[in-house]
């Protein structure tokens, strides 16, 4: 998916990207408003510090992560709880006892029974599938307050018995006489032990991203040197931001019976000659992508305060951004799995009436060095373009020294359904630091599905 935001900022839809404007006051250039359209506004956003599952948060379950990014919104916004109009939280990783964890968390961080929830999925875009679905509400005139954001706890996930032993116990529970037992127990084998573990996989090809992260690399000729590069310089970017107070959107939590948890702990620089030590993580032996280019396995969970802009005024509130547009696109899952932001990332500056020189901040979602290497590449290629996407020339590549400044997924981190409201609010916060006025983030994701969205600085100027 791809959006763009302006400094106030709008989304658009999936394989993902998206663009997010933003407009200063100072220097406005363009609007991104819509005649007859209500101006929609990110008031602000957080988000718990995002960790390597198995470590402070596994002893937890997602509605504790996505309740304590709730209370940590109210925080920050001090926005009072029964204005709320609707909650949207995406997730991929199901917890079966919590499916509807919006409902659950919004409940557990003291929001009235009467304000509905609902939880959304669509793999690593969920978390921007519930921001659009939130813009979608007050732009229909249906709502005025949303809050939105995502969770993911990859420290506990389910493992299903086999579908053998599944069905038996199933039978065992509807048999009616001591016979029925004992002749279903007798139809037992071992095998049937056997569990379903999860894999981060296509269900339509069965092949791992990282098994297609590497393929896509090598048709992109990304060596493996480039992936270690690109990775060293996310981790180095993300530890300067840590460093200088610039990831602001952070919140500590109290992890129950534990420590406050008040930072990322997956930020690790480490030195070319160390990472080129680690082996082929998936295509072995010769594959290039390894544990030190890929996100990481991660838990997390964040929020965000979306508004009418007219509601928020009124409530005196300085919003971050407007949303602008968004563009969700899909594509080939086999061949194309992590090429969303190259299709989607075109439509929807179109759509804005941009061009990639007007975008002051990119933040595209890193699951792989190879993936956005690869994804630079196809931009900026006109081959590819008429070739793939029928179109006359390419879009070009996002300038680096634009783009995820503040480091990416690949040291922040990735919990799946939280990721798109922590691209948003960095696109946002650097728009306001770095005195710019749009902002572009795109997101891959599972299933070859994209969301591109444009952002515009909310404190400057809209034209």
């Known amino acids: 998916m791809t959006s763009i935001l302006t400094y106030t900022f709008k989304n658009l839809p999936s394989t993902s990207a998206w663009a997010l404007r933003f407009s200063a006051q100072t220097t406005t250039k363009k609007t991104l408003a819509k005649p ?25 379950m997602p509605h504790d992560l996505a309740r304590a990014a709730l209370s940590g919104l109210l925080h920050r916004t001090n926005v009072p709880k029964e204005v709320v109009d609707y909650i949207i939280f995406g997730t991929v990783i199901q917890e079966v006892k919590t499916s509807n964890v919006a409902r659950e968390a919004a409940l557990g961080a003291g929001f009235s029974d009467k304000t509905p929830a609902h939880t959304v999925t669509m793999a690593c875009i969920s978390a921007n599938q519930a921001m659009t679905t939130g813009v979608g ?12 954001g995502g969770v993911e706890l990859m420290s506990d996930v389910p493992i ?4 053998k032993m599944r069905k038996m116990m199933l039978d065992l529970n509807k048999a009616k006489t001591l016979g029925q037992r004992l002749s279903l127990i007798s139809k037992f084998r071992l095998n049937f032990l056997t569990p379903e573990l999860p894999a981060v996989a296509e269900f339509s090809t069965s092949e791992t991203m990282g098994h297609s992260a590497d393929r896509l690399a090598a048709s992109f000729a990304v060596s493996r040197l480039e992936q270690d ?6 981790h180095r ?8 107070g610039l990831l602001s959107d952070v919140v500590p939590f109290k992890v129950p019976g534990k420590e406050t948890v008040t930072k990322d702990n997956g930020i690790r620089p480490s030195s070319l000659e160390q990472m ?4 082929p993580a998936f295509v072995k032996p010769y594959g290039t992508v390894t544990a030190a280019n890929s996100s990481f396995l991660t838990d997390g969970a964040s929020a965000m305060l979306i508004m009418a802009e007219d509601k928020a005024l009124a409530m005196g509130y300085k919003p971050k951004a407007y949303l602008r547009d968004f563009v969700y696109v899909s594509q080939d899952p086999k061949d194309q799995l992590l090429l969303g932001p190259t299709y989607a990332t075109p439509k929807v500056l179109e759509k804005a009436g941009l061009t990639l020189k007007d975008i002051d901040a990119f933040e595209f979602h890193e699951a ?32 680096l020294e634009k783009f995820n400044n503040w480091g990416g997924s690949l040291s922040l981190g990735h919990p799946f359904g939280a990721t798109g409201c922590r691209l948003v609010m960095a696109a946002a916060n650097r728009l306001r630091k770095e005195g710019g006025q749009f902002g572009l983030v795109a997101a891959c994701a599972a299933g070859g599905q994209a969301d591109p969205q444009p952002l515009s ?4 100027t809209v034209l």
């Open 36 to 60: 007859n359209v209500r101006n929609i506004v990110v008031v602000d956003g957080v988000r718990i510090p995002f960790l390597l599952s198995g470590t402070s948060y596994k002893d937890l």
């Open 137 to 148: 509400l007050i732009a229909s005139g249906q709502s005025d307050v949303i809050v939105a």
């Open 160 to 163: 299903r018995h086999s579908r």
């Open 229 to 234: 590069e690109y990775a060293l310089r996310s």
């Open 237 to 244: 970017l993300a530890k300067k931001a840590q460093d200088e």
């Open 276 to 279: 080129a030590k680690l082996k």
């Open 368 to 399: 792989f060095s190879g993936q956005i290497l690869a994804n630079f590449k196809a931009m900026d290629s006109d081959w590819f373009a008429q070739n793939y996407m029928g179109r006359k020339t390419k879009v070009g590549a996002p300038p």
């Open 457 to 460: 600085h909310a404190s400057r």
